[in-house]
């Protein structure tokens, strides 16, 4: 398989058009993935990215990465003894309460856990510093992705970026996020909302400037659940508290919210929670910085297309569903791994390693995307947080993901 950047004459233009043999759009876990295991094979590929540079945003909180789906990936990707050395230690403690205050299940991380917790943003930093310097391509937002076939083009694809330039490939990888630029060219599939909004809040230095809310919380992952609502959190490796609080409402409410104003919306959000606990309240009330809305979308369960030559789909491009299986980072860690060995074992024939990819993708997918509607059903029930210790109970160990 090449691995070199050539150019070809563009159909609309006299100015040579870059063309690579395969792109990769999203640099996120996914894409980053798929890109360091290409590099292991001795593919160089490159990664358009939209953020203006590493730094340009906060990654997200804690990942559990699972043995069979995330670990796996970082071992084809030959980076799992680096992950290791990056664990939270202690994050896989877990505390379950309900809105009263009171636990309901509490469990100590005693490390022989099989789901080690990572900050994102380490996690993103290992991947990007294990890839070349000049395989992300940062400021790169994709704004049009088009079929060439047939017009004389060298690629297959042509993909145009906000600053105007574009490129062709042979290869066309969709790792774009919910809101997939590519993924219109195989599926007319939308994501739409669960019923469930978030609003994420951060709170600083929790030992010291929120002891209250620290020892609540504990060293790990928490949920505080009740009346179709609820309190998600964990703490993070820079000791501050990651919450999000969840809850079952029309699309429009966020939108209600003057998330301008950090003390008018708490105050907007505390009404739902009037009759918790003071110590759960805290967790909201205590919030430092802004408040970031958030809506939870997610692709039809069974998600899947028709196999188009030259492009496919990994991660939430493919499969986006909502976060209660705890999947979403694992899911394109393994999808990128996948696609990536796929590619390496099919030299020179692309659509034998797509084909190969796709068969692993779909049902897999498929499995995890009805898990995470059932956990979301678990969480906000009305019985909750009772359904979520049964979950937990039937499956041998807490699976919802906080980044």
Not at 23 to 36: C, K, M, N, P, S
Not at 84 to 90: E, I, N, R, S, Y
Not at 212 to 222: C, I, P, Q, R, T
Not at 345 to 353: C, I, L, N, S, V
């Given at each position: 398989m090449t691995t070199s950047t050539t150019s070809t004459t563009s159909t609309t233009s006299t100015a040579p058009t870059p063309h690579h043999p395969i792109?990769?759009?999203?640099?996120?876990?996914?894409?980053?993935?798929?890109?360091?295991v290409l590099h292991v094979h001795g593919i160089e590929v490159p990664v358009f990215d939209l953020d203006a540079s590493p730094d340009a945003r906060k990654q997200g909180g804690m990942l559990d990465i699972h043995e069979e789906t995330g670990q796996a990936a970082l071992r084809e990707a030959r980076l799992h003894e680096a992950f290791?050395?990056?664990?939270?230690?202690?994050g896989q403690a877990l505390r379950v309460l309900d809105k009263s205050g009171a636990v309901r299940l509490e469990e100590e991380d005693d490390g022989s856990g099989e789901r080690p917790e990572i900050d994102r943003g380490d996690l993103r930093d290992l991947l990007l510093t294990s890839l070349p310097e000049d395989t992300i391509?940062?400021?790169?937002?994709?704004?049009?992705?088009?079929?060439?076939?047939?017009?004389?083009?060298?690629?297959?694809?042509?993909?145009?970026?906000?600053?105007?330039?574009?490129?062709?490939?042979?290869?066309?990888?969709g790792a774009d996020g919910a809101w997939s630029r590519v993924r219109p060219l195989v599926s007319d599939a939308l994501p739409a909302y669960t019923g469930v909004s978030f609003v994420e809040v951060d709170l600083f230095d929790a030992d010291t400037r929120h002891?209250?809310?620290?020892?609540?919380?504990?060293?790990?992952?928490?949920?505080?659940?009740?009346?179709?609502?609820?309190?998600?959190?964990?703490?993070?490796?820079?000791?501050?508290?990651?919450?999000?609080?969840?809850?079952?409402?029309?699309e429009s409410w966020l939108g209600t919210v003057d998330f301008t104003d950090s003390e008018a919306a708490k105050a907007a959000v505390l009404e739902h929670f009037a009759d918790w606990a003071p110590s759960l309240r805290g967790l909201i009330a205590e919030a430092d910085g802004s408040l970031v809305p958030r809506y939870i979308h997610a692709l039809?369960?069974?998600?899947?297309?028709?196999?188009?030559?030259?492009?496919?789909?990994?991660?939430?491009?493919?499969?986006?569903?909502?976060p209660f299986a705890g999947e979403g980072a694992n899911l394109a860690l393994i999808d990128g791994a996948d696609l990536g060995r796929c590619l390496a074992?099919?030299?020179?024939?692309?659509?034998?390693?797509l084909s190969a990819y796709e068969a692993i993708l779909f049902p897999r997918?498929?499995?995890?995307?009805?898990?995470?509607?059932?956990?979301?059903?678990a969480i906000f029930s009305p019985a909750a947080p009772q359904p979520l210790l049964d979950m937990f109970a039937g499956f041998g160990g807490p699976d919802t993901e906080q980044g």
């Open positions: 792109a990769v759009i999203g640099g996120g876990l996914g894409g980053l993935t798929l890109a360091r290791l050395a990056k664990v939270h230690p202690g391509r940062w400021n790169s937002k994709v704004v049009a992705c088009r079929a060439t076939d047939g017009e004389g083009s060298r690629g297959r694809y042509e993909v145009t970026l906000a600053d105007g330039s574009a490129f062709t490939t042979d290869l066309l990888v002891p209250e809310s620290a020892a609540v919380l504990g060293g790990g992952m928490f949920f505080a659940l009740g009346d179709e609502k609820g309190l998600l959190a964990h703490r993070e490796t820079d000791g501050s508290l990651h919450v999000y609080v969840a809850l079952r409402a029309e039809p369960v069974g998600h899947r297309w028709e196999r188009v030559p030259g492009v496919t789909l990994l991660g939430d491009a493919a499969h986006l569903m909502s074992e099919h030299p020179g024939d692309t659509e034998a390693a997918a498929e499995e995890m995307a009805r898990e995470s509607a059932g956990g979301l059903e």
